[in-house]
T-cell receptor, first 115, second 113 residues
Framework: NAGVMQNPRHLVRRRGQEARLRCSPM?????VYWYRQLPEEGLKFMVY????????ESGMPKERFSAEFPKEGPSILRIQQVVRGDSAAYFC?????????????FGPGTRLTVL | GNSVTQMEGPVTLSEEAFLTINCTYT??????LFWYVQYPGEGLQLLLK?????DKGSNKGFEATYRKETTSFHLEKGSVQVSDSAVYFC????????????FGKGTLLTMNP
């Protein structure tokens, strides 16, 4: 079984450009979580999605950030008009259900650098 | 809201030394508790978990016991190896917050050369 896949692994953007980060969950998983790891701040929750639905976006910045998880294809985290402060590692995790006993499996992350 | 506090690092040990990384939490209800490990340049891997009070999670020689009375989930290993060098994250999830993970800031473990 392939694990959680994220691409690209490294992404470099100039200020003002758009960044698109992709996450393919493990086979059979329909729950996706996105987290951001900023230097010196640890990992912070951003958004929780199920197929075609955003369940909890309480950790998403109100502007420039959006996420989707379509019926077909990977989950996408989109950052418009990137700024230097968006430089971070972005991790997605998938799980098979909504119980606390359902482990979240993490992808290898996308490291975004904004020049 | 939910929060996790873990001891700050780095923790530097000699091979075969005893490891303890403290973790305490604040949460409503009965959260599940986790320890994740992150090796350089990689994503997080679940190390162990406990889903109710007094449960002990264990894996690869690491252990942690869910202590509700002290709201703690301290990570221990009796004899660390060079290969254990990594960042360790304590985390919780709860139904009240859609099971999203709330992490501590992480503790870097390094080994004496």
């Amino acid at each position: 079984n392939a694990g959680v896949m994220q691409n690209p692994r490294h992404l470099v953007r100039r200020r003002g450009q758009e960044a698109r980060l992709r996450c393919s969950p493990m086979k059979g998983h329909s729950h996706v979580y996105w987290y951001r790891q900023l230097p010196e701040e640890g990992l912070k929750f951003m958004v929780y999605l199920q197929k075609e639905n955003i369940i909890d976006e309480s950790g998403m910045p109100k502007e420039r950030f959006s996420a989707e998880f379509p019926k077909e294809g990977p989950s996408i985290l989109r950052i418009q008009q990137v700024v230097r402060g968006d430089s971070a590692a972005y991790f997605c995790a998938s799980s098979s259900g909504t119980s606390g006993k359902n482990e979240q499996f993490f992808g290898p992350g996308t490291r975004l650098t904004v020049l | 809201g939910n929060s996790v506090t873990q001891m700050e690092g780095p923790v530097t040990l000699s091979e075969e030394a005893f490891l303890t990384i403290n973790c305490t939490y604040t949460a409503t209800g009965y959260p599940s508790l986790f320890w994740y490990v992150q090796y350089p340049g990689e994503g997080l891997q679940l190390l162990l978990k406990a889903t109710k009070a007094d449960d002990k999670g264990s894996n690869k020689g690491f252990e942690a016991t869910y202590r509700k009375e002290t709201t703690s989930f301290h990570l221990e290993k009796g004899s660390v190896q060079v290969s254990d060098s990594a960042v360790y994250f304590c985390a919780l999830s709860a139904v009240s917050s859609n099971y999203k993970l709330t992490f501590g800031k992480g503790t870097l473990l390094t080994m004496n050369p």
